[in-house]
């Protein structure tokens, strides 16, 4: 059965660091893409980043590129958003997602949340002062 479960979000002042995880359940890392996504109040959930099965493709939306690093730990069955220089605008509940079959979906500079088939409950992260 799969099963992801996120970690790590909380309360954090602008310019701070946040580190989230994302551990799963079912499968092996090296065999399904997990993303990362995130939604906001009143907006559609936005994917931020992705990595390959393979390990060999990572993706970053541009709101987050420079600031947010994913990473994955073949032993802990763990993925990993580091999240640095953070802004109010961060502010969401963040989702870790997977598919066992169409990857990191990118359309158009887009990373589809439509493609993921299993969803964990979520994480909130809050930067505020």
């Known amino acids: 059965q799969v099963q992801l479960v996120e970690s790590g979000g909380g309360l954090v002042q602008p310019g701070g660091s946040l580190k989230l995880s994302c551990a799963v359940a079912?499968?092996?890392?090296?065999?399904?893409?997990v993303g990362w996504f995130r939604q906001a109040p009143g907006k559609e959930r936005e994917g931020i980043s992705c990595?390959?099965?393979?390990?060999?493709?990572?993706y970053y939306a541009d709101s987050v590129k420079g600031r947010f690093t994913i990473s994955a730990d073949k032993v802990k069955n763990t993925v990993y958003l580091q999240m640095n220089s953070l802004k109010p605008e961060d502010t969401a509940v963040y989702y870790c997602?997977?598919?066992?079959?169409?990857?990191?979906?990118?359309?158009?500079?887009?990373?589809?949340?439509?493609?993921?088939?299993?969803w964990g409950k979520g994480t909130p992260v809050t930067v505020s002062t």
């Open positions: 079912g499968f092996t890392l090296d065999q399904y893409a």
């Open positions: 990595i390959s099965g393979a390990f060999d493709k990572i």
């Open positions: 997602a997977t598919t066992p079959t169409r990857g990191c979906t990118v359309v158009r500079e887009t990373l589809l949340y439509q493609a993921m088939d299993y």
